[in-house]
């Protein structure tokens, strides 16, 4: 049976708060939102609690957790070889949607880290985050609280969704703020090494940390063959129906034609983009252009809402990889596995 409180989340009630930090004391785990996504988590150092949440939802053990913290003086209780420069760094961007790769210390078991010798780390920028992890007084492990590969949820309906009866309680504080989730960046390397982008932009980290390496993997050419952070190794974000991005976005109405005379298509597009789309084609709003925050909100909600309709396939457009945008493209091409449609040739020969 899982219990559903629903609590302010700008003044989260203390003792709506304390009952789910009781939970988390005796080795249970808990939904909670942040400001990105909805996590599910327990005390990141027992280790059964970590294994919990890998069963809750059917996650890979060697997929690492990342450790939300509450305070600076809880850093050091997870990480150690902890560069000078970084301590002075995060006090101006924690807390927020940045999470760091460090030296675990001895208190973090592997079960937490999938294994790995690094401990993911970030402060949320969360009230209700925030006071569930001082009022547990530990740090806590939590990835996105959705089973394995699913869309990210960014509402507490949506973790019901999933996890009804699989968890004890889901914390309710209304739809999260940036939709995605946090940018990863690995500190144990030089120059630091982005791992998964996200709301906190490369653009911004460019200004903070001078030069920063971004592999390839990021922008959808291959795959990393080890999970040194959530994101990187396993299919992700994506709904069950099939879903395929156009590279193209100057091709799309006429893709969507294409394939809607063969089979049932919804399009995942910008209000801009919508006025291009030919009648009686489902669409899927995601906001607009000149928001890529809007987009990025709406991205894993809309991919929810595609399962629940009565088509073949999705096919989404594509966003400028600038700002959050490389976060969105990153999730969508994720979501498509891959799978993308670049010139009328293509478009031709799909569902042939």
């Known amino acids: 049976m899982t219990e559903i409180i629903k609590v302010d989340p700008v003044n989260p009630e203390i003792d709506k708060i304390k009952k789910a930090a009781e939970l988390v004391k005796r080795g249970e785990i808990v939904a909670f939102p942040t400001e990105t996504v ?21 996650r890979p053990m060697d997929n690492p957790l990342i450790v939300h913290i509450a305070d600076h003086e809880q850093l050091f209780e997870v990480a150690e070889e902890i560069p000078e420069k970084l301590m002075e760094i995060s006090q101006t961007v924690w807390p927020g949607p940045l999470t760091f790769i460090l030296k675990k210390t001895d208190r973090v078991p592997k079960e937490t880290t999938g294994g790995l010798d690094t401990v993911a780390v970030r402060m ?80 911004e980290l460019n200004k903070i940390f001078g030069e920063i390496y971004v592999p390839p993997q990021l922008k959808g050419i291959g795959e990393f063959n080890i999970a040194l952070a959530p994101g990187m190794k396993y299919k ?34 910008s209000r801009e983009m919508e006025s291009k789309i030919p009648q009686g084609i489902a669409r899927i709003i995601l906001g607009s252009e000149e928001n ?18 009565d088509v073949d396939i999705g096919l989404i457009q594509s966003f400028p990889e600038k700002g959050i945008g490389l976060a969105i493209m990153n999730r969508a091409r994720k979501a498509c596995g891959f799978n993308s449609i670049h010139n009328l040739k293509e478009a031709e020969s799909l569902g042939m």
């Open 38 to 58: 909805y996590g599910l988590g327990g005390d990141a150092f027992n280790a059964e609690a970590s294994k919990k949440v890998f069963v809750a939802k059917n």
């Open 124 to 203: 949320p920028a969360h009230p209700v985050a925030l006071s569930l992890i001082r009022e547990s007084g530990v740090p806590i492990a939590a990835p996105s609280a959705n089973m394995a590969t699913k869309p990210s949820p960014t509402t507490a309906e949506h973790v019901a969704e999933d996890m009804m009866g699989r968890i004890p309680m889901i914390i309710d504080g209304g739809e999260t703020f940036f939709g995605v989730e946090s940018t990863i960046l690995n500190m144990t390397v030089s120059p630091p090494a982005l791992l998964r982008p996200g709301p906190f932009t490369l653009e």
């Open 236 to 269: 992700h974000y994506a709904p069950s129906k099939k879903m395929i991005m156009i590279d193209d976005n100057s091709i799309f109405p006429q893709v969507v034609s294409m394939i809607s005379s063969r089979m049932k298509v919804a399009v995942l597009c």
């Open 292 to 309: 890529l925050f809007e987009i990025a909100r709406n991205l894993f909600g809309s991919f929810r809402k595609l399962d629940t309709m």
